[in-house]
């Protein structure tokens, strides 16, 4: 060794090391070439543990290898290394933020080659608004195109009550194709005191009225909201009678009960409801029925016509009917 503690160079200069690895003949450690060659493995091997050391330092690991570390010693150091990892990620809470991390690491990786969002189109909405829409499929400035998950969003734009169907298409590179179909506002649906909007299938649009739902029909009672697309199909082909209505109130889920403007119910049958309304339209044609003081047309049995009058005109009839009697029995 040089007075600085370095192995001195040998002499003569020796093969590449890797002739060891393909078989090459080592000669016998008694010869002084042999000695050279054993100087040199010593060094290489110091050479290459230093290597090792440093790149584990700079990755912050905290491991230390021996020369010789057995296949079976790493792979039990890698899983206790990485439990330890695991537990201390879900232990501190930093699950959710690992996650977040490695979208966002994605991400901007696929950003960077070319795979932005660059261009959305949007189209079909008109209830729901641009930006919620965007929202609600989880479309941000920040996303790629590549990691969009065309289904997932398509789902999350199906949880919208208006929105019936949507379809999600990506066109790489850079564009973004939404289309969607909305439910329209069919009626008002009123159940236990509280009105919401609801479409033709029944599904609740919104929980309140704005002033431009007012003139929709109004349906009363539990199941009205289902069952109400297919009566008001029946209903729909006797205009007189449509156009008078306050509200139809669906009555145990099984018969419908009809609210007149001026106040008068028509208690409908549970079938032949068309027939029942063909018989009322002629009534009212005939004899002006509806223009009449009565407060109910009771129309459930199909062989008869019940009218109640009010209150004033039922003791109008009992007096004239009194009246009546007094003259016959004057004639008597």
């Known amino acids: 060794m040089d007075g600085g503690g370095r192995l001195d160079q040998p002499l003569m200069r020796s093969r590449p090391i890797a002739a060891e690895a393909i078989g090459a003949p080592v000669d016998e450690p008694s010869s002084p070439r042999a000695e050279n060659r054993l100087h040199r493995n010593l060094i290489n091997r110091i050479t290459v543990l230093a290597d090792y050391r440093h790149s584990f330092r700079r990755s912050g690991a905290r491991i230390v290898r021996s020369l010789s570390p057995s296949s079976s010693a ?32 994605r991400d901007e990786v696929a950003n960077a080659v070319g795979l932005r969002i660059a261009a959305i189109s949007i189209s079909g909405s008109k209830e729901v608004s641009r930006e919620e829409i965007l929202t609600t499929a989880g479309v941000s400035g920040r996303g790629s195109l590549l990691f969009l998950d065309a289904a997932a969003a ?21 564009r973004l194709q939404i289309s969607v179909t909305e439910r329209q506002a069919f009626a008002l649906w ?21 002033d431009r739902y007012l003139d929709l029909p109004l349906v009363v009672g539990p199941g009205a909201e289902i069952q109400a697309n297919d009566f008001f199909a029946v209903l ?15 009555v145990a889920e099984r018969r419908w009960d009809l609210w007149l403007k001026n106040g008068v119910e ?11 309304l063909e018989l009322l339209t002629k009534l009212d044609h005939d004899k002006q029925l509806l223009s009449r003081d009565i407060v109910a047309v009771d129309l459930r049995l199909p062989d008869r016509v019940s009218v109640r009058l009010s209150d ?21």
């Not at 792979?75 to 991390?101: D, E």
């Not at 028509?266 to 029942?276: M, N, S, Y």
């Open 74 to 105: 790493m792979a039990i150091a890698t899983v206790l290394l990485a439990a330890a990892v695991g537990y201390s990620v879900v232990a501190g809470g930093h699950l959710a933020n690992i996650g977040t991390w490695a979208k966002t690491a």
């Open 154 to 174: 398509r789902t999350r734009l199906l949880s919208n009550p208006w929105i019936a169907d949507a379809a999600v298409l990506k066109l790489y590179p850079d």
């Open 190 to 210: 009123q159940k236990n005191g509280r009105v919401s909007v609801i479409a033709p299938d029944g599904t609740v649009l919104e929980p309140y009225i704005e």
């Open 236 to 250: 729909g082909r006797f205009a007189a009678i449509r156009g008078q209505l306050r509200a139809s109130v669906l």
């Open 266 to 276: 028509i208690r409908l049958p549970e079938t032949k409801v068309e027939q029942a």
């Open 312 to 332: 004033g005109a039922a003791f109008a009839r009992e007096e004239a009917l009194k009246d009546k009697k007094k003259k016959k029995a004057g004639d008597a």
